[in-house]
C-alpha cells in the first residue's frame, strides 16, 4: 500500500465568492446600470428629447476630485431619466436615487 500526497483545497462557498467580486453602487451607478450602461442611458435620453452629453453621464459616476458629481444624478435631469425609463419600460425605485452606496444581489 502506497501513501498518497493528496491535500485537498479548503472549500469555498458560492456565497463568499460573490461578496468578494460585489463593491457599492454609487445612485448613478445603479440608475446607469438599469439602462445598460451609459451609452444606453444616453440613446434614451436622446430619444426622449433631452439633450445630455455622454461626458456629463459619465461625470454623474466619478467624484468632485475629478470635477464629477460624486455619485449623484443632477435632479435636473431627472423628469427626463424618468421619461426615459417609462419609454424603456424600466422601472426606477425611490431607493434607486437613495445617495447612499448600496450593495446589489
Known sequence: MTESNYVPRPQRH???QQVEDLSPLSSAQRIIAKFGG??????AFAAVGHKAAISQIYRWTTGPERVGTGGIIPSKHHRALFAAARAEGIVLLSSD???RKQVTF
Open 38 to 43: 451609459v451609452s444606453a442611458l444616453h440613446r
Open 97 to 99: 436615487f437613495d445617495p
Open 14 to 16: 458560492l456565497q463568499d
